[in-house]
C-alpha cells in the first residue's frame, strides 16, 4: 500500500499547485533574494461598486501602510482595520502560491496569483467592511474593516 501513496500524494501535490486563476498581467519586480516575481496594486472606489485596478510596484500615497502576510495557508492577521486612503499589502510567505479574490463589500479588482514572496497592494478609498478568499485554498478567508 506504501507504494501506492506516495504517487498519490504527488500527483495530488502538483494538481493543487496548478490550480488557481489571474485576473490581470503582473509586472516583475526584484524580491530580496534576486529572483523575479509578480508584484501587484490596485485601488477601488467610487459609487455603484466601480472598480479600478493597475499593475505595478506603486506606492501608497498618503496614508499608512497594513501589511497582511500569507503564511502556513491562512491570511495573517484574518481581520484588518483601517482608515479610508490607506493601503493594504499582502505578502506571500508561504511556499505555494496564493492569490486575494474579492467577495463582497466595496468592490477592488483581485489579484493575480501570487508565488512565494509576491506582495499585493490595495488602497482603500471607500468605507465598509471587504471579505475576501484565496481562491486556489477556498478555506483561506479574511476581512477588511475600513472606516471613514
Not at 11 to 35: Q, V, Y
Not at 104 to 129: C, D, E, I, V, Y
Request: glycine fraction near 14%; include cysteine; charged fraction near 5%.
Amino acid at each position: 500500500m506504501g507504494r501506492f501513496l506516495l504517487p498519490l500524494v504527488a500527483a495530488l501535490s502538483l494538481a493543487a499547485a496548478g490550480c488557481g486563476s489571474s485576473s490581470s498581467s503582473p509586472t516583475t519586480a526584484k524580491t530580496s533574494g534576486g529572483s523575479p516575481s509578480p508584484t501587484s496594486s490596485a485601488s477601488y472606489g467610487g459609487g455603484g461598486g466601480s472598480s479600478t485596478g493597475s499593475a505595478g510596484g506603486a506606492g501608497a500615497s498618503g496614508g499608512q501602510t497594513v501589511n497582511v502576510t500569507m503564511r502556513s495557508l491562512a491570511f495573517s492577521p484574518s481581520v484588518v482595520h483601517v482608515k479610508v486612503g490607506e493601503t493594504v499589502v499582502w505578502t506571500n510567505d508561504d511556499g505555494p502560491p496564493h492569490n486575494v479574490t474579492y467577495v463582497s463589500g466595496p468592490k477592488f479588482t483581485s489579484s493575480p496569483t501570487m508565488n512565494p514572496g509576491a506582495t499585493f497592494r490595495l488602497k482603500l478609498t471607500q468605507a465598509g467592511t471587504v471579505h475576501y478568499y484565496c481562491s486556489i485554498h477556498p478555506f483561506m478567508k479574511a476581512s477588511i474593516v475600513v472606516s471613514p
